[in-house]
Every structure is written in structure tokens, then in C-alpha cells.
């Protein structure tokens, strides 16, 4: 079992930045793809970001690319999402989620942390 806790959400204005934090209970937090996703008011989930369990290979949304970093740190048990130039639409609720090598269905999520842009 991998509990997985966000932080960093808050509120901030159009053109401004906030990083994001996913800090993972488990210490083979090397072992597990990362995924952020987002959910709007009134919209299903959408995924934001990828990235491999050693931090190779990423990929994005194409409403993120260019605007939004994921990264981690294995050694802290950690996956970031940097979110610059932010914009009003990328107000929603974002999760962190885990899955194991090999896997294609996330298995563990977060609860969640709330960003809001304002314009």
C-alpha cells in the first residue's frame, strides 16, 4: 500500500507559478510510474503528466507543454509538478497517482490539492 500526499496548491494570478509536491509513503517509491491529473468543476478527470520511474521519460498534456515541469526525487520519495505561466483554466483540484512497473492502471491517488488562477 503507497499513500500519497500533495501539496503546494493555492491561490494565485494569471501569469504567476506554483510547484507542486507528491511526497509517497513507500521507500521503493523507485518502482512506480507517477502521474499528475487535474479535474475542473463540472469536468472529469484529465491527465497533466507523466513521468518514468527513474525520471528518463516524460510526457504532458498538450494544454501544459511548455507551461509545466514534473519531476522527482526518488531519494525523498518525491514527484513535483512546476506550473508557470498559469492560467485561469488550469483551475481545478490536482491529484498525484502511482503505478507499479509494468502496470497501466494507476493504483494509488492522492486526495488532492486545490489550485485556483484568477484573472
Known amino acids: 500500500q503507497v499513500q500519497l500526499v500533495e501539496s503546494g496548491g493555492g491561490l494565485v494570478q494569471a501569469g504567476g507559478s506554483l510547484r507542486l509536491s507528491c511526497a509517497a509513503s513507500?521507500?521503493?517509491?523507485?518502482?512506480?510510474?507517477v502521474g499528475w491529473f487535474r479535474q475542473a468543476p463540472g469536468k472529469e478527470r484529465a491527465f497533466v503528466a507523466h513521468?518514468?520511474?527513474?525520471?528518463?521519460?516524460?510526457n504532458y498534456a498538450d494544454s501544459v507543454k511548455g507551461r509545466f515541469t514534473i519531476s522527482r526525487d526518488n531519494a525523498k520519495n518525491t514527484a513535483y509538478l512546476q506550473m508557470n505561466s498559469l492560467k485561469p483554466e488550469d483551475t481545478a483540484v490536482y491529484y498525484c497517482?502511482?503505478?507499479?512497473?509494468?502496470?497501466?492502471?494507476?493504483?494509488?491517488w492522492g486526495q488532492g490539492t486545490q489550485v485556483t488562477v484568477s484573472s
Open positions: 497517482a502511482a503505478r507499479s512497473i509494468g502496470k497501466t492502471k494507476y493504483d494509488y
Open positions: 513507500t521507500r521503493t517509491f523507485n518502482n512506480y510510474y
Open positions: 513521468i518514468s520511474s527513474r525520471g528518463g521519460s516524460t
